[in-house]
């Protein structure tokens, strides 16, 4: 044989060699994992990292990302218990715990999540009333999850989370509700009002109230003050009168003296102009009875 014919085929050789072996080395990339069958059969599962691949034998069977996924559905028409239909939209998490059960237990995983979301969101839905179905939306998302994750495990599949975005009733509804909540708008706003005039009528009343009080207050301190202002006056006077009369006794006056005051007295009491005075025609008597006056007194 040509020696140039041998040397071609051992070159030829070498490079399908190094194509093949350059074929099976595989790269796996982080957050990836690869499902490998070995003669049509499954063989073993690769992570992340440098592998081997035997050509012919061996292929990869699945490439599958083990990162957490978002799968955004399309709105699905439901039906409540009171007849009312509307739809519903829906996300759901997941993440796959298990590429061999992915590979071998489901065709389309994205596809098969998706009918099994529609329908347990119609059972759980058609289970409740509109008014539950508004103001339920945890109630909805647990019991979805609940059931999503059951079905799944078999799957590899782990369902992390279900999010119900929007629920669309028809129009008529909207339109139904939205009267309604002007309504509830307005009697609150009535109602807040009434409130308010109530408590400020509450707070005058007592305002008087407490203004009466401190009035009776001031007035009660001002007659107890003058009160005590009389009585203090007519102790001093009273205490004068008694000094006055100590210290007459204490002189002795003559009766000339005592007549002189009697006389004084009397003009005094006739300083009045209906008054009446009866002056004795003895002025001695008047000073007989100062002295009479005198002599009780001690």
Request: negative net charge.
């Amino acid at each position: 044989m040509d020696p140039i014919v041998i040397i071609a085929i051992i070159v030829l050789l070498i490079i399908a060699a190094i194509v093949i072996t350059i074929s099976s080395l595989c790269i796996v990339p982080q957050g990836s994992t690869w499902v490998i069958e070995r003669l049509g059969k499954y063989a073993t599962t690769w992570g992340a990292g440098l592998h081997i691949k035997t050509p012919v034998l061996e292929r990869v069977a699945r490439k599958i990302s083990m990162k957490e996924q978002v799968a955004d559905f399309e709105p699905q028409s439901v039906i409540t218990k009171d007849n009312v239909t509307m739809n519903v939209d829906s996300v759901v998490y997941f993440q796959v715990i298990d590429p061999k059960a992915l590979t071998y237990g489901v065709e389309r995983p994205i596809a098969a999540i998706e009918n099994l979301c529609a329908t347990t969101l119609r059972n759980i839905i058609g289970s409740m009333t509109l008014d539950e179905t508004l103001v339920g939306r945890e109630t909805i998302n647990a019991e979805t999850i609940k059931v999503l994750d059951e079905a799944t495990n078999k799957w590899g599949i782990d369902i992390t989370r279900v999010e119900v975005q929007n629920i669309t009733p028809p129009l008529s509804i909207q339109e139904a509700m939205e009267k309604q909540m002007k309504a509830e708008r307005e009697k609150r706003a009535v109602i807040l009002a009434a409130e308010g005039e109530k408590q400020s009528a509450i707070t005058r009343a007592e305002g008087e109230k407490e203004s009466a009080i401190l009035r009776a207050d001031a007035i009660r301190e001002e007659r107890i003050r003058t009160a005590q202002g009389e009585a203090e006056a007519i102790a001093a006077v009273a205490e004068a009168q008694a000094r006055a009369i100590e210290m007459i006794n204490r002189v002795q006056p003559s009766k000339e003296y005592l007549q002189i005051r009697s006389m004084e007295a009397a003009e005094k009491m006739a300083d009045g102009q209906a008054t009446k005075i009866v002056v004795p025609s003895n002025l001695q008597d008047v000073a007989g009875l100062a002295t009479l006056f005198k002599e009780t007194v001690r």
